[in-house]
């Protein structure tokens, strides 16, 4: 296949590429740097520069690429640092998520490009009542906490987009396997803190994990929606201090609910004491996907 990589440069992006590669595709990602197009070409990607928020850009783009399928990677999550303003520091990726959508959507319906796979996210996205751990079914909260309503939305645009254009909406868990991960430099100053009683569930996924799924979406093909995690979510008071063991910093502290909300933010604190994690059992059983890191427990291990 000739896969259009948009946020090709990226996390998931860097990881994605090459595995496309070794399965004989072609690739053409995308960026907005010298840099990033340079890293594009040692990783073997012929680079394209676009601003996916440049609608007339994106169809010209993938119109001269002549794809046979579009991978939607694009974020900017790059130095996210505030989350007590979640839906201000998401802004940029939300407008990536909605309008970013909707022009790839649009490019691909008038180049007749028919295989579609878009980053999606899992934790802290589904209802928060019921068992820890929801499948794709499961309902979607129907109250975000007010920090997150334009996150949650945008993310849900995007799951509904795609699915209704018939494409694959992967709902990974959070990212983890390079060295500069968000969460590694807050763990390691012991600034993340385990919230209240801690119970809030995660689920993670390695990023060769979630490239290799995304390889298997694009080649099998069923669309729909795919929770795109490991085998093991798990509360905030479990991970986190083997994460701080792992890294070798002090244990985390604890902080109780109200201290954390007036420091934090609301999002925070749901996400540290009431989110709910994925199940991967349709990806493992639909895409025959097999996980390099079934648990974060060896993941972190590996990674850091
Ligand atoms: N599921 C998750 O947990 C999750 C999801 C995403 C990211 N993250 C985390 O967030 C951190 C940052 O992620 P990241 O390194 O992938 O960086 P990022 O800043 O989120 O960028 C991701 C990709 O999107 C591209 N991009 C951004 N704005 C764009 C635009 N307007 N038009 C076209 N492309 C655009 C970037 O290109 P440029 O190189 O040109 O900026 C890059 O290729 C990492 O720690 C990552 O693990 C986590």
Redesign the pocket.
């Known amino acids: 296949m000739r896969v259009f990589v948009?946020?090709?440069?990226?996390?998931?992006?860097?990881r994605l590429v090459p595995q496309l590669l070794d399965r004989g595709h072609e690739v053409i990602?995308?960026?907005?740097?010298p840099?990033?197009a340079e890293?594009l070409r040692t990783l073997g990607a012929e680079p394209v520069a676009?601003?996916?928020?440049?609608a007339r850009a994106v169809r010209k783009a993938v119109l001269e690429a002549e794809p046979s399928a579009i991978v939607h990677?694009?974020?900017?999550?790059?130095?996210?640092r505030d989350f007590k303003h979640f839906d201000r520091s998401f802004a940029?990726?939300n407008?990536?998520r909605t309008d970013?959508t909707d022009a790839l959507l649009a490019a691909a319906r008038e180049a007749d490009v028919r295989r579609f796979v878009a980053?999606s996210?899992?934790?802290a996205r589904y209802a928060r009542v019921g068992g820890p751990v929801k499948s794709e079914d499961d309902p979607l909260d129907p109250t975000p906490v007010p920090a997150m309503r334009e996150t949650i939305a945008a993310m849900r645009h995007l799951d509904e987009a795609v699915t209704r254009a018939g494409g694959i909406a992967l709902r990974?868990?959070?990212?983890?396997?390079?060295a500069?991960?968000?969460?590694v430099e807050p763990v390691r100053k012991r600034l993340f803190p385990i919230v209240g009683d801690g119970a809030g569930v995660s689920s993670?996924?390695h990023?060769d994990d979630?490239a290799a799924a995304t390889v298997l979406a694009l080649e099998d093909y069923r669309p729909g929606i795919y929770n795109v995690v490991d085998d093991d979510p798990a509360p905030l008071r479990e991970w986190l201090p083997v994460l701080a063991e792992v890294l070798g910093a002090k244990p985390p502290r604890r902080v109780p609910r109200w201290l954390a909300r007036l420091f934090a933010g609301e999002a925070v604190v749901m996400m540290g004491t009431e989110s709910r994690g994925a199940s991967n059992a349709k990806a493992k059983r639909d895409l025959g996907w097999e996980l390099r890191y079934p648990s974060w427990r060896q993941g972190f291990v590996a990674a850091y």
């Open positions: 948009a946020g090709a440069s990226g996390a998931i992006g860097s990602g995308t960026h907005r740097s840099a990033g890293h676009l601003d996916l928020l440049d990677q694009a974020t900017a999550l790059a130095d996210l940029q990726t407008r990536l970013g980053q996210y899992a934790s990974y868990g959070g990212f983890y396997g390079a500069n991960d968000g969460m993670f996924i990023l979630a």
